[in-house]
């Protein structure tokens, strides 16, 4: 999603095509350009610089298997089993993605390194990795723990803090154990992943302004 107000809701689209990337402007008013060219249905070299509104995309082919698995064995993650392979495949179609990811198994089967292995994959790979275990939350302090609070939003807050959500952005935050967190907090937690958006625990009288949410897993 690109916050570009010169971008149509639905502008370009890209796909891999065998001699190249082939880009289609799907109809807009500004355009889409190579340059100086305005092109409407085109295959272009990887790595060309495309204009669509004030945004410039370098697009490029996408990482194969075998490289990604050489990237996730250095973040821990061994590739060497077709189970294993088919996971390396799927990490390799989520980086280039700012999405939220669901992570599942049992305990000990390795979902934090999965989690670094995707974030180090990512284009935010040199932003922070945030973890939170989400068990060892006091139920009381789940929303401040997760979103932060502002000064005077409890007995004890005593200035602003950041939460997990803030100090993420720009990076990854993976959230352990989510299933720990109680009925009511998880309900909040959807509604953050749903707007995309998130707010401070404020006391009474203070602001509403809410902040973006970057990536979570």
Do not use: Y
């Given at each position: 999603?690109?916050h570009?107000?010169?971008?149509?809701p639905?502008h370009?689209?890209?796909?891999?095509?065998p001699?190249g990337?082939?880009?289609?402007?799907l109809?807009t008013?500004?355009?889409?350009?190579?340059?100086?060219?305005?092109?409407?249905?085109?295959?272009?070299?990887?790595?060309?610089?495309?204009?669509?509104g004030?945004?410039?995309?370098?697009?490029?082919?996408?990482?194969q298997?075998?490289?990604?698995?050489?990237?996730?064995?250095?973040?821990?993650?061994?590739?060497?089993?077709?189970?294993m392979?088919?996971?390396?495949?799927s990490?390799?179609?989520?980086a280039?993605?700012?999405?939220s990811?669901?992570v599942?198994?049992e305990?000990?089967?390795?979902k934090e390194?999965v989690?670094?292995a995707?974030?180090?994959?990512?284009m935010?790979?040199?932003?922070?990795?945030?973890?939170?275990?989400?068990?060892a939350?006091?139920?009381?302090?789940v929303e401040?723990e997760l979103?932060g609070?502002?000064?005077?939003?409890f007995?004890?807050?005593e200035g602003?803090?950041?939460?997990?959500?803030?100090m993420?952005?720009?990076?990854?935050?993976?959230?352990d154990?989510?299933g720990?967190?109680p009925?009511e907090?998880q309900?909040?937690?959807?509604?953050?992943?749903s707007?995309?958006?998130?707010?401070?625990v404020?006391?009474?009288g203070?602001?509403d302004?809410?902040?973006?949410?970057?990536r979570?897993?």
């Open positions: 999603v690109l570009d107000e010169e971008a149509a639905a370009v689209e890209m796909w891999v095509a001699d990337i082939g880009v289609r402007d109809g008013r500004t355009g889409t350009f190579v340059g100086a060219v305005r092109v409407i249905d085109a295959v272009v070299p990887p790595a060309t610089r495309v204009r669509i004030r945004t410039v995309l370098s697009v490029g082919h996408p990482p298997t075998g490289d990604v698995r050489a990237r996730l064995a250095a973040e821990g993650l061994v590739c060497a089993s077709d189970a392979g088919d996971v390396a495949e990490l390799r179609k989520l280039p993605f700012a999405m990811v669901l599942e198994g305990t000990g089967t390795g390194v989690a670094r995707l974030h180090a994959l990512s935010r790979n040199n932003g922070p990795f945030v973890f939170v275990d989400c068990g939350l006091p139920p009381s302090l401040s979103f609070h502002e000064r005077g939003a007995t004890s807050a602003q803090r950041a939460g997990a959500f803030e993420a952005h720009g990076g990854t935050l993976f959230l154990e989510i720990e967190l009925r907090s309900a909040a937690l959807l509604g953050v992943l707007r995309r958006r998130f707010r401070r404020v006391g009474r203070a602001g302004d809410d902040l973006l949410l970057g979570a897993i």
